[in-house]
């Protein structure tokens, strides 16, 4: 979908996107378990979070398409 020049940049987003959002799901995981007590809310979240990206992907890029890139 991207432009060879900015396929770098993307993923160096993605990545530390997914860094952050794995600390941050640690430590809400871990206030999940200490407040209830059990794994089943995790389960749910961590279920749902797949369905959550997929209505993303459809919302955000209905037709998969090459960006057309502002400086090339």
Do not use: D, N
């Not at 369905?51 to 090339?72: D, G, S």
Request: aromatic letters at 8%.
């Amino acid at each position: 979908m991207f432009p060879r020049h900015v396929v770098g940049s993307v993923v160096g987003f993605g990545g530390m996107a997914g860094a952050v959002g794995g600390v941050l799901i640690a430590k809400i995981v871990c206030y999940i378990l200490q407040w209830t007590g059990s794994y089943l809310p995790v389960l749910i979240l961590a279920g749902s979070a797949y369905l959550v990206a997929l209505a993303l992907v459809h919302v955000l890029a209905p037709k998969l398409q090459p960006v057309q890139a502002a400086i090339e």
